[in-house]
């Protein structure tokens, strides 16, 4: 479940998160491609998991930005 960003703090938090999965992402590919091709597969099998679901985490952030974007768009000045 998630909850709704409705505060500067929970905000900067959000981003934080969002920009530490950014830096895990490429990682988890450099393990799967590093890894001699002998144990590629059994690799890639657990490292696939981790991927899907960072994807659907930013999936999931994506969304809720543009609704956000579309609540702020309908108010004069952003209020």
Known sequence: ???????????????????????IYPKL??????????FRHQVSLLVQPMLQALDAAFAHYDVDQQKRSAKSAGRPNGY
């Open 1 to 23: 479940s998630s909850y709704p960003i409705t505060t500067t703090y929970l905000y900067t938090k959000v981003t934080r998160l969002r920009d530490a999965m950014s830096q």
């Open 29 to 38: 590919q450099e393990i799967k491609e590093s890894v001699q091709s002998d």
